[in-house]
Nanobody, 120 residues
Framework: QVQLVESGGGLVQPGGSLRLSCAAS????????MAWYRQAPGKQRELVAG???????NYADSVKGRFTISRDNAKNTVYLQMNSLKPEDTAVFYC??????????????WGQGTQVTVSS
């Protein structure tokens, strides 16, 4: 079992930045793979970025060069630094953890979600 608590969402103007945090607690084996997903209204939930405990990362093409995922293993916390935000980044962002064999799979555990709105 893993508990995930996200923070850091909000309203930002286009071109601005936000940093999301996800504090995790529970099974260490279920925290090897951690990721951020997002879901915009009327759309499916999609992988934004993922990171392993060894620091290997994976990004959606739409955020490469703008978003950076990182983690502090000592604090069991994952971060998503989002720069050059666009209106199309508007979504609810979810932290995800759980065992998987590839990034095409989703982990079993989800946070409550945090709203990110990019608008002038």
């Amino acid at each position: 079992q893993v508990q995930l608590v996200e923070s850091g969402g909000g309203l930002v103007q286009p071109g601005g930045s936000l940093r999301l945090s996800c504090a995790a607690s529970g099974s260490a084996l279920d925290m090897v793979f951690m990721a951020w997903y997002r879901q915009a209204p009327g759309k499916q939930r999609e992988l934004v970025a993922g990171i392993t405990s060894a620091g290997s990362t994976n990004y959606a093409d739409s955020v490469k060069g703008r978003f950076t995922i990182s983690r502090d293993n000592a604090k069991n916390t994952v971060y998503l630094q989002m720069n050059s935000l666009k209106p199309e980044d508007t979504a609810v962002f979810y932290c995800n953890a759980g065992r998987r064999s590839s990034w095409s799979q989703k982990g079993a555990y989800w946070g409550q979600g945090t709203q990110v709105t990019v608008s002038s």
